[in-house]
């Protein structure tokens, strides 16, 4: 069993930044491939980022890309999500998610086995 838990949540201002971390806790994450996933009011649950398990191969859901960037930091067992340019429409609660091993990692949420509570990101404008 693997347990995650996000911090770093809150509300900031447009144009602001928030750095999410995902620490694990069960087993190591080298092995893993990490996604972070958000849900807005009345919206789905929607693939922002995730990375290989080796940390080399990330990707990034259009709306994102070029702002976020998310890690792996495998001797501190966390992952990060470091969002800049924070926009109002990236309000929402995240996630972040864990694959069973070696797999490939995936934008559907239903391939991630482990996740963790969320944590609420507000921006307002």
């Known amino acids: 069993q693997v347990q995650l838990v996000e911090s770093g949540g809150g509300l900031v201002q447009a144009g602001g930044s928030l750095r999410l971390s995902c620490a694990a806790s069960?087993?190591?994450?080298?092995?893993?491939?990490m996604a972070w996933f958000r849900q807005a009011p009345g919206k789905g649950r929607e693939c922002v980022s995730h990375?290989?398990?080796?940390?080399?191969?990330?990707y990034y859901a259009d709306s994102v890309k070029g702002r976020f960037t998310i890690s792996k930091e495998d001797g501190k067992n966390t992952v990060y999500l470091q969002m800049n340019s924070l926009k109002p429409e990236d309000t929402a609660v995240y996630y972040c998610?864990?694959?069973?091993?070696?797999?490939?990692?995936?934008?559907?949420?239903?391939?991630?086995?482990?996740w963790g509570q969320g944590t609420q990101v507000t921006v307002s404008s």
């Open positions: 990375v290989t398990w080796n940390g080399k191969i990330t």
């Open positions: 069960g087993r190591l994450l080298g092995n893993y491939p």
């Open positions: 998610a864990a694959r069973p091993p070696w797999r490939a990692p995936d934008t559907a949420s239903s391939a991630y086995e482990f």
